[in-house]
């Protein structure tokens, strides 16, 4: 055989790969759930009643709001896993991500992901809050609660981030948090519960609310996850915004009964265009 004819038949091999590999294409782009920019993704939503969308109008909260973000930013076909859970503290959430046994499946849940997001903290806080105005918070001051609160929410917030890095990684998944925002500003700012600590309920538990926004922080640039800073969205940068007034927070007078803790719609959309505004690397 010359040379002229073996030239040939690699040609003629490279046209054949060639066909094959348009008609996978193709097969691929007709499967169900391909997009037309061929991305098929599962975000899985973690935290507590923020992520559940609790009292939010038809339930549509933030993480719903977020999803139809991703399929409109990207062009992906994106399912839901909905995994907050109403109540839950930082505590519940770290459990869940790292019993040995997978209680939940939501450690399942995030090894089959392309996008997580975590809210968490809000429960600690206002855990913490109750006890104090109870003046049941333990201490001379009444703050031994909010001390202990504080430091359990700093491991557990470092333990979730740390647990959802074992199964996903930085380098195929979009992994998004938030801080937390203080739905009580006004209502503090007119009480003083433990008269011997300077200033108002609201000066007194600024300190702390700081503290657990700055642990979230920190903990989410030490891991390398973008992080909405819902806080400042909320409450403003000195953190003396009233986010009901702002409408952001319902200010319980709707038809249904709504609490004054939760966001409203605009307090959903608010989040998801946070968390929208960290773009969505590195998948796109």
Not at 41 to 61: E, I, Q, R
Not at 102 to 121: E, H
Not at 196 to 223: H, K
Not at 255 to 271: R, S
Request: aromatic share 10%; proline share 4%; with cysteine.
């Amino acid at each position: 055989m010359n040379r002229a004819s073996i030239r040939c038949g690699d040609r003629g091999l490279r046209v054949v790969f060639c066909l094959v590999l348009l008609l996978l294409a193709q097969l691929a782009s007709s499967l169900p759930g391909a997009s037309a920019a061929g991305l098929a993704w599962k975000y899985t939503a973690l935290g507590d009643s923020l992520a559940t969308g609790l009292y939010a109008p038809s339930g549509k909260g933030y993480v719903s709001v977020y999803k139809g973000y991703l399929g409109t930013d990207t062009g992906a076909s994106v399912t839901l896993k909905n995994d907050g859970r109403n109540g839950w503290t930082s505590d519940s959430l770290v459990w869940a991500l790292s019993a040995s046994n997978d209680p939940m499946g939501w450690q399942a849940d995030c090894l089959g992901s392309s996008v997580i997001t975590v809210d968490i903290g809000g429960n600690n806080f206002r855990k913490a809050r109750d006890a104090y105005r109870a003046q049941q918070g333990g201490g001379a001051d009444n703050l031994d609660g909010f001390r202990q609160a504080v430091a359990t929410f700093k491991s557990d917030f470092s333990g979730i981030l740390w647990s959802i890095l074992q199964k996903r990684s930085k380098t195929n998944t979009i992994i998004r948090t938030m801080d937390i925002y203080n739905p009580f500003v006004a209502v503090d700012m007119k009480t003083t519960t433990w008269p011997s600590n300077p200033g108002t309920d609201f000066d007194v538990f600024q300190q702390f609310y700081n503290e657990v926004n700055q642990s979230i922080a920190d903990a989410a640039a030490w891991y390398g996850i973008p992080c909405a800073k819902v806080s400042v969205a909320f409450n403003g940068v000195d953190g003396r915004t009233d986010p009901v007034k702002a409408g952001l927070v319902n200010n319980g007078s709707a038809a249904v009964f709504y609490d004054t803790i939760h966001p409203t719609a605009a307090g959903h959309q608010k989040i998801a265009d946070l968390l929208r505004q960290l773009r969505y690397a590195p998948l796109k």
